[in-house]
């Protein structure tokens, strides 16, 4: 994970905030190749009925094939089979492939944070981004 971490973000989180990722609070999830090799994973954390996606990460030679979508596909369903109501994420302005993925899953810009991010020019803004569930047992 810390590999693909390492490559895939500019300012990536530290081997300690992975592990840390693995409490009790959190779900990860990992897309693997037949061979077991790791191609991605995604790190949520669910509090009540809301989920945070905190970090998903394709290999960047392996990006553009869909394993990102798979991967926020899996996060989706396991909010829906955990009860939750809302699935929460915040991107970089920057980062247009991402957000057009979140945009073609239903999530909607719900506000941002100023100059949230450090770039190599400076600051840019958090895009902060909503998905709304529909859970059938409520």
């Known amino acids: 994970m810390l590999a693909i971490e390492n490559k895939a973000h500019s300012h990536p989180m530290t081997e300690g905030n992975l ?14 190749q037949h061979d077991g090799q790791l191609l991605g ?4 954390q669910q ?10 990460c394709v290999d960047p030679e392996l990006q553009g ?10 996060v989706i369903a396991s909010a829906h ?10 991107v970089r302005e920057s980062n247009l492939s991402a957000r057009g993925l979140y945009q073609k899953q239903g ?5 941002r944070r100023k100059d949230y991010y450090s770039t190599q020019d400076g600051k840019e803004d958090a895009i ?9 047992a409520r």
Do not use: Q, W
């Open 19 to 32: 592990v840390d990722c693995f409490g009790h609070l959190y779900r990860v999830f990992g897309l693997k």
């Open 41 to 44: 994973f995604a790190i949520i």
């Open 47 to 56: 509090i009540v009925d809301e989920v945070t996606l905190l970090d998903i």
């Open 65 to 74: 094939k869909g394993y990102g979508r798979l991967l926020l596909d899996e």
């Open 81 to 90: 089979s955990y009860s939750a109501v809302v699935v929460m994420l915040e």
């Open 107 to 111: 999530f909607v810009e719900t506000g």
């Open 128 to 136: 902060l981004m909503d998905l709304a569930l529909v859970n059938p």
